[in-house]
């Protein structure tokens, strides 16, 4: 916060500099602060307006003399209003570790900050089936051909099979993307919006983008 309040005070006395030169009754300041946000394992979830309470305590202490103060909070809003599913595709037991793969990886998911899967995302493990067995350590993967698609590079599971989901919660601002979906031409993820009265509408279905890349094949909706 000491960040913020150094931009603040540079702001304000920016706005005094212009105040001297430009006669306007009114400003418009918008401000950007970057409040962070908690979103991986081990991280502090006791409070996640705690940053938002101080950064409003701050304002309190300025005298805006009329003008208007414009706080853009971007993620801060959206971190936790998305949830990206992926279902396990195969589970590999090797002599250096065991592994989970998915069918969809860091083309579709990116937590900025998560070190390549250093950071362990908040998830959880569906199943239908019993989870019997012991718990064990698993890195949780992607299906790209790059030793760089980890979405979890430690991440302790019971029994995790083929066709069970992995839900990572916390997927909302740059999170999930559309703009990186057509690399290698995958396909794009299908897509739920979850309305007030818990009934979900259908956004997008799964959508094949290799046809993409051949220039005498049609667009087709």
């Known amino acids: 916060m000491d960040l913020i309040k150094d931009d603040l005070d540079k702001i304000f006395r920016l706005r005094s500099e212009i ?3 430009i006669k306007f009754e009114n400003f ?3 401000y950007a602060p970057g409040l962070g946000v908690s979103i991986f394992e081990n991280d502090d979830f006791n409070d996640t307006l705690g940053d938002l309470k101080s950064l409003k305590k701050m304002l309190d202490l300025y005298d805006f003399k009329g003008d208007i103060v414009r706080i853009e909070l971007g993620r801060f809003f959206v971190q936790y209003c998305r949830y990206y599913l992926a279902k396990i595709l195969d589970v590999k037991t090797t002599d250096i570790g065991d592994y989970v793969l998915l069918n969809g990886g860091i083309n579709h998911l990116n937590f ?3 070190v390549m899967g250093v950071k362990v995302p908040i998830m959880r493990h569906l199943t239908t089936k019993l989870k019997n067995g012991s718990k064990k350590d698993y890195s949780i993967c992607g299906a790209l051909c790059t030793a760089n698609d980890v979405l979890a590079r430690r991440k302790t599971l019971q029994n995790p099979q083929i066709d069970d989901l992995i839900v990572f919660e916390n997927a909302g601002a740059y999170s999930v993307s559309d703009g990186i979906f057509l690399f290698l031409s995958h396909t794009l993820p ?3 919006l979850l309305q007030k009265n818990k009934e979900t509408i ?3 279905d799964f959508k094949e983008t290799f046809w993409l890349n051949f220039s005498n094949i049609e ?3």
């Open 19 to 21: 105040s001297k030169f």
């Open 219 to 221: 667009l087709k909706n």
């Open 190 to 192: 299908h897509i739920l």
């Open 202 to 204: 259908i956004a997008r």
């Open 112 to 114: 900025y900050g998560s």
């Open 28 to 30: 418009l300041i918008e």
